[in-house]
């Protein structure tokens, strides 16, 4: 369910000269930092994860976010888009797919770094603040003036202090506007610097802008540069081109091993999301090599038999048997054809060989130590499971296992505060607190489990009010 902030329930109560478009302005950018709450389509995988995390790091020492605990969250949507919210930065799918090189991502990545490092965020509560307060008060002005002008039984004053009304709130809403381009230019002055520190090449960026461009173009849509909150691309692309090319790396290209691993991440969503045929989209300028019989492994699982599937796979790790995520797609495939123990045997092997110990993995290989049903694994289940969780606390998917595997030991209280977690971490804490206090009656009181199912049970959702 959505939640207003006090801002946009202010702006709600007073703005009835507000135009719509200021009110839905401020409504996106007071629940930006609300958005996992608000059941946004993320995607959770570990292959594209640790990627996209290789592609942040540098950039974002370079930014000085190294230690910033920035979480990276990727949202499955065709557009090309990414933005940021609290220590969030969110990239959408459209945008890892359509992009041909890591270089494009990486400037992505770059420009959102500025926003954060520059505390555009924060400003723009303020200016939003300011903005909100030049509308009231143009709305209460105009309000003023239409009330003396029907208590006068002059119509036109009436008439002008509607006008005044509008008027406020249009000058609110394009200074409001005014002050994001400002903050996009510099967050893209910003990310030449944070790509020059790291040696990388800012051509990814301009490709980025000229796509927008010619998309732009194409559509034969007239926009008013003065009615959006970023700047026009080709008015992006003349503040940066001279800059971009002027740096010794501009010319440098990705390097062949990080060019594959982005190929195989394209072909990966490519085919989760747009069908059987998307392998055969992405590479049609040539055969695509290794992420080609990646992306046609991936679509015979998904939709043809295990059988072939599970022969495409063992090719995959024949030729490069040290990728973790053909032995994961491996397990994948014998999960599928319900072969759970030969499963949870690929999945180790992911696990072994996995350099960035995502939690996935090792939720992955609970899983299917839990679907075989035997109390030995089952039990290694438990402690693989508890130790994916220990790398990923929100991985709301890993609490429902552990609960089936608590309760298939017979550990009732352990069941039920896996599930408590698992409601608390989707945003459903009326539930959690439920199964928590079941939880906590069944624990000896003042150990760690019993603290935990109280910290839930005590937990209030920022910005609630009681009663």
């Known amino acids: 369910m959505q939640t207003r902030s006090p801002l946009s329930a202010k702006l709600a109560r007073c703005g009835r000269g507000l135009t719509a478009g200021l009110v ?112 009231i008060v143009a709305t209460l002005l105009g309000m003023g003036a239409a009330v003396a002008g029907a208590a006068g039984g002059v119509g036109g004053v009436a008439q002008a202090g509607g006008g005044l009304a509008m008027g406020g709130a249009e000058m609110a809403r394009r200074g409001l506007l005014g002050y994001q381009r400002t903050e996009e230019v510099t967050a893209d002055r910003s990310a030449l610097d944070y790509l020059e520190a790291t040696g990388q090449s800012a051509r990814g960026m301009l490709i980025t802008f000229k796509r927008f461009a010619s998309a732009l173009s194409l559509s034969g849509a007239r926009v008013d540069p003065y009615q959006v909150s970023h700047p026009m691309p080709r008015e992006r692309i003349a503040n940066l081109q001279t800059l971009a090319e002027a740096s010794p790396y501009f010319n440098k290209t990705d390097p062949e091993a990080l060019q594959l691993r982005h190929d195989m991440m394209r072909v990966k969503i490519a085919v989760y999301t747009q069908g059987q045929g998307a392998a055969a989209r992405i590479f049609r300028k040539g055969s695509g090599g290794l992420a080609a019989q990646y992306g046609d492994a991936i679509a015979t699982y998904l939709y043809g038999n295990p059988r072939s599937a599970l022969q495409k796979a063992d090719a ?74 220990e790398r990923d606390r929100e991985n709301i998917s890993a609490y429902r296992y552990l609960a089936q595997a608590y309760g298939q030991l017979g550990q009732v209280a352990e069941a039920e505060l896996a599930t408590a977690e698992g409601y608390f971490y989707s945003g459903v804490y009326k539930e959690a607190k439920v199964f928590a206090a079941r939880a906590q009656m069944k624990m000896k009181r003042g150990s760690p489990a019993w603290v935990r199912a109280q910290d839930i049970i005590n937990y209030k959702q920022p910005g609630k009010k009681k009663g």
Not at 335 to 353: G, I, M, W
Not at 362 to 386: F, M, P
């Open 24 to 135: 839905a302005l401020c409504l996106a950018v007071s629940t930006a930092g609300q958005a996992l709450a608000q059941s946004l389509p993320v995607v959770r995988d570990a292959e594209i994860e640790a990627l996209v995390r290789d592609y942040a790091r540098p950039i974002l020492k370079a930014a000085g976010l190294g230690s910033s605990n920035i979480n990276i969250v990727l949202v499955n949507d065709q557009s090309f888009n990414a933005f940021v919210a609290g220590r969030r930065m969110f990239i959408n799918t459209g945008a890892l797919v359509t992009s041909e090189t890591p270089n494009e991502i990486i400037g992505v990545i770059a420009h959102e770094a500025g926003h954060i490092a520059g505390g555009h965020q924060e400003r723009l509560r303020q200016q939003l603040a300011r903005a909100q307060t030049m509308a």
């Open 316 to 389: 995959l790790v024949k030729a490069n048997p040290k990728n973790p995520y053909f032995h994961e797609l491996r397990g994948d495939i014998l999960v599928k054809a319900n072969r759970p123990a030969e499963a949870a045997q690929a999945y180790a092997s992911a696990v072994k060989l996995d350099p960035a110990k995502s939690g996935i993995l090792r939720v992955a290989y609970g899983q299917a130590l839990l679907a075989t049903g035997k109390q030995e694994s089952i039990e290694k289940a438990v402690d693989e499971i508890n130790k994916g969780l």
